[in-house]
């Protein structure tokens, strides 16, 4: 009704402008009229004449006083229609006689400008609704929108099969009549156990709020865990497998090759000479391969089959300066830090920075530089570097595949060992290339009271 007030008086308005404009026409011609009368009535002309000539006079303001209105309000006209217009949304009208020549072809000008502006944004808003619309559509994660009231407004087809019931169906019953009223509280991004579908019952939650038409609106997106653990496990027994695969592969084919070579000794008569040191050659180096995939076996029993950590308060001065003195190749730099006691297993503590302290040392007699181990804390947390001077990291996609390694002769295991170690203490190990190499270990601890 306010709408409709403001659009009546403007009417009214724009009624009383033509009719000022009119009698502003009329006074500005008042001077030269009364002129014209004047000298016509004291002429020396006859009646008929000075009657004909003061009506062809008062036709004339007439027609003059009308067009000074028509050339004054058709452009206002014009110019209302198109603001109507883009009011209404259609941004397809445009004004005659825009140019730049004078002001009133300026605006003219200006609001056709206005109007393409708006066309084209307008365009742009379709094709992006568009693409979210279609995107929300087909990705493969539940999404519910629901207004201040907790009433369903908007739903895609995964969320359709979660709650087991069409759009048509669910938009604008309550979070509470679908069953779902859990996911409207609590952490706005946490996991979750709900059997929404039947074997499925791990669910990552997303909540967040946003406006639309002035009223607040939560959004809600529920991924389905298992398919992302799924597919995590897979492409681990893949990585396990193709290096299990090749290790195995390295020894048995030497050792198949080997024995057919030693069979056809064996069976040859008469056998030569030296075929007694043929047979012990190739025994030994099957004895060799035999034992070294037995010690591969036993290096990923040992990261399979790791223990729980006994957990002990450990002085972090002590533990990094015992590690750093059992690397006799080259003298370890501890800038000392503060006073910690963590609790946590020694000994798998000890073989964690024993591999990294390693791993540093290696790459640092590369090139005849120096290890340096560092620690600081923020009071929650202990942050343990071992920094070495060597050419950095050679290969940072599978440093944490198991079995993969760099180093001639080397187990592949060290740098996952550690890892998992420190991840079963709560905490994690990182790696920072730059000039050499940054192992940074990050673990829970308590301070000296």
Known sequence: MASEGKLIGSERGAVHFERRVLWLAIAVAVPGALVAFVLLWSGSLALVARVSLTAAIIVAWAVLALALRAYVVHPLRTLSNLAAALREGDFSVRARGAS?????????????????????QRLTALDASALARAVMREINVAVFVFDEDTVLRLINRAAERLIGQPSERAIGKTASALDIE?????DSER???REFL???SKWQLRRTTFRQGGRPHQLVVLADLRRALREEERMAWQRLLRVLGHEINN?????????????????????PDDWQEDLDRGLEVIGGRSASLARFMASYTLLARMPAPTFAPIEVTDWIGRIARMETRLKVAVERGPAIIIDADADQLDQLLINIVRNAADASLE??????????????????????????????TNLFVPFFTTKPGGSGIGLVLSRQIAEAHGGGL?????????????????PIP
Request: aromatic content about 4%.
């Open 251 to 271: 020894s048995l084919a030497p050792i198949q090759s080997l024995s057919d070579t030693l069979r056809e000794h064996v069976k040859r008569e008469p056998r």
């Open 182 to 186: 859990e996911c409207l509280s609590g």
């Open 191 to 193: 996991a979750f156990e």
């Open 430 to 446: 990182t790696l920072i290339d730059g000039r050499g190499c940054e192992a940074r270990v990050h673990l829970p601890l308590r």
């Open 367 to 396: 090139t005849g530089g120096g290890v340096t181990i560092s620690w600081t804390s923020d009071g929650s947390y202990l942050d343990v570097s071992v920094r070495d001077e060597g050419y950095g990291l050679p290969e940072t």
């Open 198 to 200: 039947p074997g499925v």
């Open 100 to 120: 730049t020549s004078d002001a009133l072809g300026l605006a003219l000008l200006e609001f056709n400008r206005l109007g393409s502006i708006l066309a084209d």
